[in-house]
């Protein structure tokens, strides 16, 4: 009889180390995957954050595409003051695993370089707590549409440095 009532002790104790193994599991998976989805999130701040910045880049190009068009425009200055005016309009774009997208966007002259027009662009993204943000380096270079070898390229404008901040 005494063994037969150990060997339910026994059994009752693995019984009770499974269990805990188990549930120790469960709380360990639960765990990865509440980190796995927040470095979900924290990847998508980046790429929205990374769609605003291309976008508003998109749009300054073309913008200055149309200044050089523009019989206004005739000086450097001139050029980079109506190019400052570029409106910013930051993407919108859909609730992310419900929760809302907000981006900001600015632009602003680096007047401590010399020899070159610089415009610092920097996007912001935020979605619930997690927030990242892209800076994109420009550099504008002002060309005379009067003078005969004028040529709009890439050499006009061109990001010469993207990195988060």
């Known amino acids: 009889m005494g063994s037969k009532g150990s060997a ?18 469960l709380n360990m998976d639960k765990v990865h995957l509440k980190i796995l989805s927040t ?10 954050a990374e769609a ?10 073309n913008h200055m595409e149309s200044l050089y068009k523009d019989p206004k425009v005739i000086s450097r200055q001139s050029f980079l003051a109506k190019l400052l005016e570029t409106p910013i309009t930051p993407p919108e774009f859909q609730d992310y695993l419900g929760q809302k997208v907000k981006i900001n966007i600015s632009c602003k002259f680096n007047n401590n370089v010399s020899g070159k027009d610089e ?13 990242r943000s892209i800076k994109a380096t420009i550099h ?5 549409p009067k003078d005969p070898d004028f040529k709009l390229d890439n050499s006009c404008f061109y990001i010469a440095e993207w990195s988060e901040i």
């Open 8 to 25: 339910i002790i026994v059994v009752l104790l693995v019984l009770l180390v499974v269990s805990v193994l188990g549930i120790t599991l």
């Open 39 to 48: 470095d979900k999130l924290y990847q998508a701040v980046y790429y929205f």
């Open 52 to 61: 605003g910045l291309t976008h508003q880049i998109e749009i300054l190009c």
């Open 119 to 131: 415009l610092i662009l920097v996007s912001t993204c935020s979605i619930g707590n997690i927030k």
């Open 140 to 144: 504008v270079l002002w060309r005379d």
